[in-house]
């Protein structure tokens, strides 16, 4: 996959570029604290696609968001469709995996027709909060932004190290670990740090609650396919998942044993389920 950069109103967007030139165009956004490496697996799968996997701001070679402004889902919406402009294409088939398959849903709802085809993995729609946490979940995310920049940037010893540590944090093989991590780092004195933006980790201020989200699930026009794995990740249950497929004007599911990154880990089984869906009504 070849790199290429977007200019946006809100800085560079770094993205990862494979297949067709003349292929039906394909926009891949990535899960919160992956990049566009995340795709690499699943690339060879698409190669009838002009597929553009982007660093989502903040995250791998992307810019940042500019100092004192923060992380706001919505803005993640027009980044994706600043990317749309930046290539030229008035409408494309979206592929996300967890945050940026809600992003994907809200770009879907938000701007129905720049969108052809919609495939989610491991997530339809945002995060929901419940109504009754919005009071401790503003004081919390508050004091966190006030507090953020007294909290120093560490250097990370080696690649291993920094691999280690993303496993820590996440269930996922190792080498599907290694290819996130090495994207995300950048060499140093002494060793190495994250490229992505620290202020990527504070809480969130504000969550809809779940009536918004899947009110936003049914403004969703264009042919939808969700791929879930079996166990659920814990804040998207089956009956959370299943309620929002049903809201879903033409969806569909797909549930496959594995893990939150089982694009990445299992790329035979679910490139070919891609491809397919997304070929469907090509001309």
Known sequence: MQEIFLDSPRGRIA??????PQ???LLAMHGWLDNAASFIPLHP???GFDLVALDMPGHGASAHRATGYDYTFVDWVHDALDALDALGWPRARLLGHSMGAAIAT???AAAPERVERLVLIEALGPVAGAAETAGSRLR???TA???AAQRPRKTI???DTAVKSRLAVGDMRADAARLIVERNLRAVEGGWRWRSDPRLALPSHLRITEE???SIVAAVEAPTLLIAADPSPPYFLQAMRDARVARLRDGRLRVLPGGHHLHMEQPEIVGPIVRDFLREGAP
Request: hydrophobic share 60%.
């Open 15 to 20: 993205a990862l570029r494979a297949g067709d």
């Open 23 to 25: 292929g039906a165009p």
């Open 145 to 147: 932004r006030r507090t």
């Open 140 to 142: 919390a995310a508050v």
């Open 157 to 159: 010893a080696s690649i």
């Open 106 to 108: 809200m770009v879907a």
């Open 45 to 47: 799968y698409l190669s």
């Open 212 to 214: 918004a989200a899947l």
